[in-house]
């Protein structure tokens, strides 16, 4: 089964990605078990933790594009944090860093380059620029 990305909808308001591949479908509504790539269970032989969630959380791996060489003042972007990818927007630079502003926590963090990625929103099954920037 090929990796798929999961919207954890009850996490930060929608905005946290994670890496999952579906083993199965329920018989019974529109909802899957999926074991996560970088999630674990806790104790003392972690193995991947896997969840069911509804259909409407997953959606396919976004496209590979190229990395930008850099961002600009308030582009929409995911930072790769806490093996997840977190929805925010550019608000400084400082050589290759990032400052990335959170709307969902209301945090600001620095990031490399190589750590963001352009915020694509999934409609109507394709993937597509988002439209305007964070403000």
């Known amino acids: 089964s090929s990796w798929k990305e999961i919207w954890l909808k009850y996490a930060a308001k929608k905005m946290v990605?994670?890496?999952?591949?579906?083993l199965s479908k329920l018989p019974h509504g529109s909802f899957y078990n999926v074991e996560y790539k970088n999630l674990v269970t806790e104790g003392e032989d972690?193995?991947?933790?896997?969840?069911?969630?509804?259909?409407?959380?997953?959606?396919?791996?976004p496209p590979k594009l190229s990395q930008p060489s850099m961002f600009s003042l308030h582009?929409?972007?995911?930072?790769?944090?806490?093996?997840?990818?977190?929805?925010?927007?550019?608000?400084?630079?400082?050589?290759?860093?990032?400052?990335?502003?959170?709307?969902?926590?209301?945090?600001?963090?620095?990031?490399?380059?190589?750590?963001?990625?352009r915020h694509l929103e999934f409609v109507n099954g394709q993937w597509v620029p988002s439209t305007t920037r964070q403000r």
């Open 75 to 117: 582009d929409k972007v995911d930072a790769f944090d806490l093996d997840a990818w977190w929805f925010g927007g550019i608000t400084g630079q400082e050589g290759d860093t990032y400052s990335v502003y959170f709307p969902t926590t209301n945090d600001v963090c620095k990031y490399p380059l190589q750590r963001l990625r």
């Open 17 to 22: 990605y994670l890496e999952a591949k579906v």
């Open 46 to 61: 972690p193995q991947p933790l896997v969840e069911t969630i509804s259909a409407d959380e997953i959606r396919p791996m």
